[in-house]
Structure formats: structure tokens, C-alpha cells
């Protein structure tokens, strides 16, 4: 037995030895070097990017992998050389999507507050699932989320959590009303969407155990909205048939169109038929601060899915859930195992672990209040007008221009529209399909402009979405002068 213990006490010096000392780490001079050499990189970037191309496009895998594929270093390498290798390598070789000529999909354009609250966050590291460890970090995303309810006409009562984006925004908004229904009864629960739905929906009905089946696609009206009549007669047929109506999701700002489903009339039928109103608003929802009655209804929704940073001024990630009956969400997500119980949530106290699906939670909402208290409400205000003054232009002009048709009219901040040829009479809506996917991906190869397309009745549409506060009109008008010449040249050649 002595010599165990000798044996002990010789282990735990050792140990004491082998730890007496943190981990070698750059000392103050070299973290403000590294630091001030970062934040001018940030700056440069940030005020250079408009006179720049958009960045690298679909660069083949090989290339990326001749230049990244390397073994882990087993010793570190200096800064100076490491950021050396990001500005070379790893800054330009993706497109840019905060770049004010980056028009396709629905990008973040960040504002440079949202970019300093979001180092702030990292640099503080809150864990912000929890009261106990960031009661600070807590309130302040309470706070944006009030801000938020006062903003959609939400009740006090409701309540919501910040998350990584409107996908897991939408999948918390389904199982918090899945959790209505009976176990015995899930499988026979119905979704109703429109064809302009985001796919996001049907991602999350999978991750959940629904069959597709499960999910009901209704033909959208002329106008591109939620159909009331065709929904009202599915959801009686389906009823009949023994299934269980139970979530309709509507859309506040579609992604191919922009278009704002008929929200009052939704929750009028929802209302009557005891459905779940879920409103995706992951892209429109900013559009309340200036253009309310577009959304008008959106108050009566029973979950509200929001993303600031698509048309907000946030970095990413940055999404959000409301539920109007707040109490739902924490029934639906509350757990408290035995590795938790020192910070199980007292009277008053919010853990926003027990509201989603992530424990560990970082502290999204600083850059929101830091940017929202730097620039005010009303910048945010003008950031919505401006990208809707821009699609009202973009239509104008390619109106005015002759040599295209509308497919979409501006809806928000996107319009929709497709070229056409001066042979129009003698091609066919496939030849007119393959024109107009060739004018994108000749436009995006040049590095000016970056757009995207869609489909609407089948017709192939080129697409702009505006929601960049940097974007200006003549970036707008030189877009569609481009479209005008290379669709002339790519017809001349019998694309």
C-alpha cells in the first residue's frame, strides 16, 4: 500500500507539473496585430465589393482541391501566413452574395453593425441556451423578439426563439403543432401547401416520419396565390375520406415570386376548420415596417417563421419562430435530464434550450440589437422601400426595353420575366426554355451580375430579387441592358 501511495503522489506532481501552465497562445501584442490586420481586411472588403467581380463560379472540384487539400499541420503555422492564404485562396474563390450585383436566390446584405455584433458574439462566446450562464444574452434576444411581435401585431403572450435560419424555423413550427394531435392520429394528419411553397416544408415533414403522401400540393390561382376555393374543397374531400386536415402553410413572400398568399382569408378558413395557420414569411416578413396591408392577417397566424438575414441586414445565420400561443413551444421542446438540473429555468427565468431543438446555442441576437440600436428602425424602414422601388424599376425597364415578357409581375422585391426573341413566332416555348437558361449562365460567367432562374407554368423565367441596401439604379439598369445584349447575340446564334 505504500508504495501505491508513493506511486500516487509521484503521478499527481507530475500531473501538477504537466498542467501548471496554459496552452502557448499568441500574447496581447500578437492578438492585436492579428486582429487590426483582420478588421482591415473587413473594411477593405466591405467598402471595395461593389467595384469588384461577384467571385469564382462553379470552379471545378479538382482546382479547389489542388489547392486546399493539404494534411492537417501536427505545428502551427504564423498568422501572417495563414491569412496570406485566405485572401489569396479562400476570399475569392465563392461568389459573394452581399455583393450589391448578386440578384439571384433571395442573399444576405449585411449591414457592418450586424458584421461587428456578430464578432462581439464571438468574442464574448455566451452560451446562450440557458438563463443561469447568459441571463444578459437571454433578455436581449427576449427584447429583439418583442421587437419583432410589435412589428407582426403578435399578442405579448406569444412567444418564439431565434434560429439558424427559416428551415429549422419551419420544422420547429411543425412539430410544435404536431404536438396537438394525438399519437394514434399522426399518420393520417394532412399538410396543405402551395406549388410556390419552399421546400423546406417537405424537408422538415421527412425529418419528422411524415410520408409524402402526407403533404398535399395544391395548384397555386392565376395570380400566383394560395388558392381558397381549391383548398376549401380538398380539405372537405379529404375529410370524407377520413384524414386529418391539420396544418395549412402559407407563404409571405414566396421565393420564386415574391408573392403574399391571402393570409385573412386563410385564417378565416383555418379558423372555421380548426386548422393550424403556419405562415412562412422567411423572406417578406420585413415588408410589415413599410407596406403592412400586403401583409395583412399575418397577425392571426398560429406560428410565423422570420429570417432576418435575407431582407434585414443580418449575417448568417439568423432566423426565427414565433407561436402565438407561446405556452406550445416550451411543452413541445422542455426536457430536463440530470446533467441539466443546476440550471433548470426558475419562476421568471427563460432557457431558450427548452424552446428548439439545440442545446447549445450561440448568442444570434446581438447582432440584431447591435444593429437595429446603431441604425435605428427606420433604416430598416428605407432598406425595404429601396429593394421595392428597385423591382418596380427593373420591371420598367424591362418593359420599356421591348425584348421580354413579364411572367411574374414585381411581388416585394422580385420580378420574374423571360426574353424573347424576335423570331418569337417560329419557337417554341423548349427553345425559349433553353435561350433563357443560357442568358443566365452566360451572364453569370462574366462575373458582373449574378442571377437566378425558375420555372412558372413551365415557362423558364429569369428572376431578380432586390435585397441588398447597396444596390442602385444604374446597377439595375446595366442588369438589363446586359440581358438585352446577350440575348441578342445568344438568339443570333440559334441557342
Known amino acids: 500500500m505504500a508504495d501505491e501511495s508513493r506511486l500516487d503522489e509521484s503521478r499527481l506532481e507530475e500531473l501538477r507539473r504537466l498542467c501548471a501552465a496554459p496552452l502557448p497562445h499568441p500574447d496581447v501584442a500578437e492578438m492585436r496585430r492579428a486582429g487590426e490586420s483582420v478588421l482591415r481586411f473587413a473594411i477593405k472588403d466591405y467598402t471595395d465589393l461593389p467595384d469588384r467581380p461577384i467571385g469564382a463560379y462553379a470552379t471545378p472540384r479538382h482546382e479547389m482541391e489542388a489547392i486546399f487539400r493539404q494534411e492537417p499541420p501536427e505545428h502551427g503555422q504564423p498568422f501572417e501566413s495563414v491569412m496570406a492564404e485566405f485572401e489569396r485562396f479562400v ?20 449591414s457592418f453593425p450586424s458584421i461587428l455584433g456578430d464578432w462581439l458574439a464571438s468574442t464574448v462566446n455566451f452560451f446562450a441556451g440557458v438563463w443561469k450562464e447568459a441571463p444578459s444574452a437571454t433578455l436581449v434576444e427576449l427584447v429583439v423578439l418583442d421587437w419583432f411581435k410589435e412589428f407582426l401585431g403578435y399578442p405579448a403572450e406569444a412567444q418564439g426563439i431565434l434560429t439558424s ?3 429549422e424555423a419551419n420544422l420547429t413550427a411543425l412539430v410544435v403543432a404536431r404536438e396537438r394531435l394525438v399519437f394514434a392520429d399522426r399518420s393520417r394528419a394532412l399538410i396543405y401547401v402551395s406549388e410556390h411553397r419552399h421546400w423546406s416544408v417537405d424537408r422538415a415533414a421527412r425529418v419528422m ?10 395548384p397555386a390561382a392565376a395570380d400566383g396565390r394560395f388558392s381558397i376555393p381549391d383548398l376549401e374543397k380538398a380539405v372537405q374531400s379529404d375529410t370524407r375520406e377520413g384524414l386529418l386536415p391539420w396544418v395549412v402553410v402559407a407563404n409571405a413572400g414566396a421565393t420564386n415570386t415574391g408573392v403574399v398568399d391571402p393570409l385573412d382569408a386563410l385564417a378565416d378558413l ?3 376548420r380548426k386548422l393550424w395557420l403556419h405562415v412562412d414569411a422567411a423572406y417578406g416578413w420585413p415588408a410589415v415596417l413599410c407596406a403592412g396591408e400586403m401583409l395583412r392577417g399575418i397577425d392571426r397566424a398560429d406560428s410565423i417563421t422570420f429570417d432576418p438575414h435575407k431582407w434585414f441586414g443580418q449575417t448568417f445565420e439568423a432566423g426565427g419562430l414565433l407561436i402565438r400561443d407561446g405556452k406550445e413551444l416550451t411543452r413541445s421542446f422542455a426536457m430536463l435530464p440530470e446533467y441539466m438540473q443546476d440550471v433548470a429555468a426558475d419562476e421568471g427565468e427563460v432557457n431558450f434550450a427548452d424552446r428548439g431543438i439545440a442545446l447549445t446555442r450561440r448568442f444570434r441576437a446581438l447582432k440584431i440589437w447591435f444593429s437595429m440600436k446603431i441604425l435605428g428602425v427606420g433604416w430598416f424602414r428605407r ?20 425584348r421580354f415578357e413579364i411572367l411574374s409581375p414585381h411581388q416585394l422585391s422580385v420580378v420574374c420575366f423571360r426574353y424573347l426573341p424576335e423570331t418569337r413566332g417560329k419557337t417554341t416555348d423548349e427553345e425559349l426554355n433553353r435561350l433563357n437558361l443560357a442568358i443566365c449562365e452566360d451572364i453569370r460567367r462574366q462575373g458582373r451580375f449574378f442571377l437566378s432562374t425558375t420555372r412558372l407554368r413551365d415557362q423558364v423565367a429569369l428572376r431578380l430579387c432586390f ?29
Open 165 to 167: 435560419g427559416g428551415s
Open 91 to 110: 476570399s475569392p474563390n465563392s461568389l459573394r452574395v452581399s455583393h450589391p450585383r448578386f440578384m439571384a436566390f433571395i442573399p444576405g446584405a449585411p
Open 467 to 495: 435585397v441588398n441596401w447597396r444596390t442602385r439604379s444604374e446597377d439595375v439598369a446595366e442588369c438589363i441592358e446586359a440581358l438585352v445584349n446577350v440575348g441578342e447575340r445568344l438568339s443570333a446564334g440559334n441557342v
Open 383 to 402: 432598406l425595404v422601400e429601396h429593394c421595392c422601388w428597385l423591382a418596380e424599376m427593373a420591371q420598367l425597364l424591362i418593359e420599356e426595353s421591348g
Open 209 to 218: 416520419g411524415l410520408g409524402q403522401d402526407q403533404i398535399v400540393v395544391l
Open 270 to 272: 383555418c379558423g372555421r
